[in-house]
């Protein structure tokens, strides 16, 4: 068994490149061509398939990374565990997670992070609902912070994010104090997509309530950008939402409504390995205490 030749197929998979593959593990391009084609000789099957402006796994090929992802998290886990008994944190841990939280909680939790585990690093990947499942599913996260709206994932509840109207500061509503769903079917409505903001959606769905959709769009920062020019009133989670414009008034819902922000663990791909659990338990702790700030 050659952990390397394992590790050098991972990373081609993952680039679908011979050539940024050797660039990101130091290896020359052919060094890298040879691994892959003892690889598949000592498998008796092709791993890879050739095209113009890259490269692709066969079906084969997707059949045995799953394996070969298993073996390179043990490897990982082992070696984390090694130093810890050693004193020395160490490992990587990738991490999806909402705008929002990108936004408002990791360069905080990050910078604490660092000051006790100064040799871990860390990955951020930015994303919506779909993308966070999507990488749970393929292994490229070890966990995702964000909202649970199926059964697939362990999940571990956070917060609860409130929902609230957000409008320009000139705009009709702003004389209310708690706004009623129904009031808003007259004002022209921005609507998030469904894979940003699930929970708006499923929201009017639930009341019944068509809105007056002047425009659909997906990208958080752009419907804040249009709310603030008056083109529109949104329903978004408070969380976004902070710091916002100087033109921009939210106001709560009648109904106070929220969605549920939490840890999601995908347990069926592989266990946890040390700085993981470390950053999970950190994140728990944090949100908890500046909760009761």
């Known amino acids: 068994m050659n952990l390397k030749k394992y590790l050098v197929y991972i990373k081609v998979v993952e680039t679908g490149s011979l050539t940024k593959a050797a660039e990101l593990l130091n290896y020359t391009q052919p060094g890298i061509s040879q691994m892959i084609s003892s690889l598949e000789e000592e498998y008796g099957f092709p791993l890879l398939l050739r095209h113009k402006n890259g490269v692709s796994p066969t079906k ?23 130093n810890q008994i050693n004193g020395l944190e160490t ?12 936004t408002n909680w990791m360069p905080k939790i990050l910078g604490e992070f660092k000051k006790s585990y100064p040799f ?34 362990v ?3 956070l917060y609860e994010d409130p929902i609230v109207v957000v409008m320009n500061s000139q705009h009709r509503l702003t004389r209310l104090d708690r706004i009623n769903l129904k009031e808003t079917e007259a004002a022209e409505f921005i609507l998030p997509y469904p894979d940003s903001h699930f929970e708006v959606h499923e929201l009017f769905k639930k009341e019944h309530i ?13 419907i804040i950008s249009m709310v603030s020019y008056n083109l529109g009133i949104s329903l978004l989670p408070n969380l976004l939402l902070n710091n916002c414009r100087e ?15 939490g840890i999601l663990l995908n347990t069926t791909k592989h266990s946890e390995t040390p700085s993981v659990k470390r950053m999970v338990e950190f994140i728990k702790e944090w949100v908890y205490k500046n909760k009761q700030d």
């Open 60 to 82: 084969n090929g997707l059949t045995v990374l799953v394996a070969m992802k298993e073996m390179q998290r043990g490897y990982e886990k082992l070696i984390e565990t090694v």
């Open 210 to 222: 068509k809105p007056n959709v002047a425009y659909q769009v997906k990208g958080d920062e752009t």
């Open 155 to 157: 999940f571990e509840a």
């Open 247 to 261: 033109n921009i008034v939210t106001k709560p819902l009648e109904n106070l409504e929220s969605r549920k922000i």
């Open 91 to 102: 490992g990587e841990i990738r991490i999806g997670a909402y705008t929002s939280i990108t």
């Open 120 to 153: 871990i690093k860390i990955q951020i990947h930015e994303g919506n609902a779909t993308e966070l499942d999507h990488w749970l599913e393929e292994d490229k996260i070890d966990f995702g912070i964000g909202t649970s709206h199926n059964n697939k994932w």
